[in-house]
């Protein structure tokens, strides 16, 4: 892992979730996180910018990402928490749990930098209990084709500076296809420039 990955990217990372610009960010997660419950994974926990979201009702908060810089600042968020939180450095197409741990998985602004996004919601349908929940907020592809275009054009040179983000991604088909029935599904825009804020909010549940 180059320096720049390892060091340098987890603090832009944390800086962008964290600056005025990202209010919208924080709303959203105020609004979709404290319907978790149980124990919970988050996928991709980064800094720990969603640990204080989550109701202090919850059983336990597991967090998986492979960035150890990131889980350190995690690690900070997690020693205030009211409620048990264990932090894992680990891939998301790799998960270690057992079939039918999780009663909530939650995954923000994580399925556009996964290498392999279908692998890593096999993995979160395998993990969660069969009347579980997918909690996600995601952006992605966007139906508007000038927008697209930009997306499309932008992706390759914005993937290699933010870490493996992909603007393209489609979100609800990408969650559909891995087994998940979406119960609940809102999109559209968020402040900002366009190819990067078309948003995915919703609830999904294993698929019968």
Request: hydrophobic share 45%; net charge positive.
């Amino acid at each position: 892992m180059s320096v720049y990955a390892r060091y340098v990217l987890p603090r832009l990372i944390n800086l962008a979730m964290r600056n005025p610009a990202a209010r919208a960010a924080r709303a959203e997660r105020a609004r979709f996180l404290p319907r978790a419950s149980g124990t919970v994974l988050e996928i991709g926990i980064g800094s720990g910018l969603n640990i204080p979201f989550y109701p202090a009702t919850i059983r336990a908060l597991h967090g998986v990402d492979p960035s150890p810089e990131l889980l350190r600042m995690a690690g900070r968020r997690a020693a205030h928490a009211p409620f048990p939180v264990e932090l894992v450095e680990l891939a998301a197409e790799k998960l270690t749990a057992a079939d039918g741990t999780y009663d909530t998985v939650v995954t923000t602004w994580t399925l556009c930098s996964i290498p392999d996004p279908g692998a890593a919601l096999a993995e979160m349908r395998r993990v969660l209990k069969p009347d579980g929940r997918l909690l996600f907020i995601e952006h992605g592809w966007s139906p508007d084709p000038g927008v697209r275009a930009w997306q499309d054009r932008l992706d390759r040179l914005w993937s290699r500076l933010a870490g493996g983000c992909h603007l393209n991604r489609k979100m609800d088909a990408l969650i559909a296809g891995a087994g998940f029935e979406l119960t609940e599904l809102e999109t559209g825009y968020a402040p900002g420039p366009k190819p990067l804020a078309y948003l995915y909010r919703g609830v999904a549940r294993r698929a019968a």
